[in-house]
Each structure stands twice: as structure tokens, then as C-alpha cells.
């Protein structure tokens, strides 16, 4: 059943009010603060068809109204207003991201810091399987006598900065040979053909060193693969939701189970997914996530787990900033020839 205007101006001055305070908010609060255009009689009679519409929850009989987690949906759907920045916040964000990345995982993590810097809230990130990835170049670089640096780049990422020990000193001009022989055997090959080992059975000895040092970088990447990085999980405490100490422990369990957490916080191909109140394993929770795009494929997905009265119109503009950042951190890595 759709909502009036004038309901929908009422419950959106419940929720903003019950984000900003965590308290009920009473007919007459609501006049004062947000609508003093209508009659209390008016904003009472409202209320309580809001409540009978399953929109509102009245905690005791003599307190104000509070939010539901329809009212929340409805609320995100329809009626909230992205919140811009600060030049603060978005400063935040330009320190940790105009800045050499070493990889990918490197970015996925400095997401959830952020993120969770920015909102004061616990975040999550993720990346997705990297197995079935394609690679399409590989460079190494001679830095010191017996350690090389290997870039691997993929059809969806690179994974650079890794270093390797090779065990003996080598020219320059070997490395050179070196890459462009790994390319041609690799190029075009996912990286579970590799690390199975069904795309090279025997090295000439010359290049046994580099083929093992690579194969074994992949493999330490798919052992990472879908890790899941938590930031700030005490400050689920810093909620008043969150004072009754079985509720406190309850979260913390499942924020340090990454085999609990990782199907919560799937959601598909969703570019944004905003879950409220849905997770049986955290019913007075809101899971807000984006996916990390790099070029044209996601690579994982970031986010906040928090409070059903978290500041969405905050959340989702600081997932976006960070979303144009990485696109822009994407772009300027195309034409650096360092990573290539």
C-alpha cells in the first residue's frame, strides 16, 4: 500500500530523528523539530496508522515511536538523501588511495579502513575467487643480487609488488627472458591450471627457479582467496543496540567466524545491496556492501555491518567516493609502466 506524502514526510522524520538520537520520538518532537506546519493532533493520528501499517514500534505505552526495519527499507528505497562528504572525509579517503597499492589484497584492505574511519561503523571487505582469473602478462624485475619482483597481471587484476628469492645471482638480461618465456607459457592460462599443475610438467633448468617462485606466489594468493578483512569490531560495543552484553557477544562471535560471515555478506552481482533486519544470525543488524571495480570486473565487495539505525544516506556516499577513487586509481595505473 503506497504512503501519503504527508506519512511519508512523518516516518522520515522518525527515522532521521531515531538515527541521529536513538530515541523514541514523541508527537509533539516531531512538530517542534521537523513539521511545524501540521497539528500535533494531526502528526498522532498519523503515527498510529504508521503502527498499525507495521512502519513504527512503540516501546512502551507512555514513549515516542521508533523505527521498523520496513520503515528503514522504505526509507533507504525512497525516502533518504545521500549525505555529501566533508573535504575532511574525502580527504580521508585521497590518503589512502593516492598511494602505490603493492595488490590488490592491499586494496581490498585499505576499503575496509576507510571505511570504517569514515563511518565510525565496523566494515567488511572481501575479494572474490581469484582461481578462474586468466593471466595475461608476467614481468620480472631484478631489485637486489638474489630477490626479484614479480608483477602477474590478470584479465581482472594484477598481483604485483611480490618479491621472490631466486637464490643466485643473475643479470638483468636474464630476467628479460625470463618474463617474456613465463608469458608466453602462462598467457591465457586460469590460475587454477596452474597452481594444479597442468600447464607445465618440466622447465628447462634455467628457468625452473622463476617457474617455481611463480606458481608459488599464485598458490599464496588462492590460500587467501575470499578472505574476508574485519575493521573496527568493537565498535559494534559503541552502539546502544548492542549494550545488552548476550546481543554484544552474539555479533562479535559471528564477525570472527569468516565462515559465518562470508554468506552474509554475499550478495550476488549487486552493485549495491543493502540488507536490513534479514540475517537470522544478526536480526538487529543492516548490512550495507559494494562491489570494488576494477576496469570492467568486480573483484570483491566492501562494506558495513552495523546498527538497523545507521546513517545509510552517509554509508552509501562513502562506498561511492571510494568506488570513484579505485576507478580513478584503475585509470592512472593503466599508463604507469611500472606496473606492467
Do not use: W
Request: glycine share 4%; charged share 30%.
Amino acid at each position: 500500500m503506497a504512503l501519503s506524502d504527508r506519512k511519508e514526510r512523518i516516518l522520515k522524520a522518525v527515522v532521521d530523528s531515531y538515527i541521529e538520537s536513538c530515541e523514541p520520538i514523541s508527537s509533539s518532537e516531531i512538530r517542534d523539530k521537523y513539521l511545524p506546519e501540521l497539528s500535533g493532533a494531526t502528526i498522532r493520528n498519523e503515527l498510529a496508522s504508521l503502527e498499525d501499517m507495521g512502519y513504527l514500534t512503540q516501546p512502551h505505552v507512555s514513549s515516542g515511536r521508533v523505527p521498523t526495519a520496513d520503515a528503514y527499507r522504505l526509507y533507504v528505497d525512497k525516502l533518504m538523501h545521500k549525505r555529501k562528504l566533508t573535504k575532511s572525509e574525502i580527504g580521508v579517503v585521497k590518503k589512502y588511495f593516492n598511494r602505490k597499492m603493492r595488490d590488490i589484497d592491499d586494496m581490498v584492505k585499505s576499503t575496509a579502513k576507510v571505511i570504517s574511519e569514515i563511518t565510525n561503523l565496523t566494515s567488511v571487505a572481501y575479494m572474490d575467487d581469484i582461481r578462474d582469473d586468466v593471466i595475461t602478462n608476467i614481468k620480472i624485475v631484478k631489485i637486489m643480487p638474489t630477490t626479484a619482483l614479480f608483477i602477474i597481471v590478470t584479465d581482472r587484476s594484477i598481483i604485483k609488488d611480490t618479491t621472490a628469492n631466486v637464490a643466485e645471482e643473475l643479470e638483468d638480461e636474464y630476467f628479460d627472458s625470463a618474463s617474456k618465456f613465463a608469458t608466453s607459457i602462462f598467457s591465457g592460462k586460469r590460475i587454477s591450471q596452474v597452481t594444479s599443475g597442468k600447464v607445465v610438467k618440466e622447465v628447462h633448468r634455467e628457468y625452473k627457479r622463476i617457474f617455481d617462485a611463480i606458481i608459488a606466489i599464485l598458490k599464496s594468493y588462492e590460500a587467501n582467496d575470499s578472505d574476508i578483512t574485519v575493521e573496527g569490531s568493537s565498535k559494534i560495543l559503541e552502539q546502544p543496540e548492542f549494550n545488552d552484553l548476550e546481543k554484544a557477544k552474539a555479533m562479535l562471535a559471528v564477525l570472527d567466524s569468516k565462515e559465518k560471515l562470508y554468506p552474509v555478506l554475499k550478495s550476488g552481482n549487486m552493485e549495491l545491496s543493502v540488507k536490513i533486519g534479514e540475517e537470522e544470525s544478526m536480526p538487529d543488524c543492516a548490512i550495507v556492501t559494494a562491489t570494488i571495480d576494477l576496469g570492467d570486473a568486480g573483484v570483491g565487495s566492501a562494506g558495513v555491518i552495523g546498527p538497523m539505525r545507521m546513517d545509510y544516506g552517509k554509508v552509501i556516499s562513502v562506498l561511492d567516493c571510494i568506488g570513484k577513487a579505485i576507478g580513478a586509481f584503475d585509470r592512472s595505473d593503466e599508463n604507469d609502466d611500472d606496473m606492467i
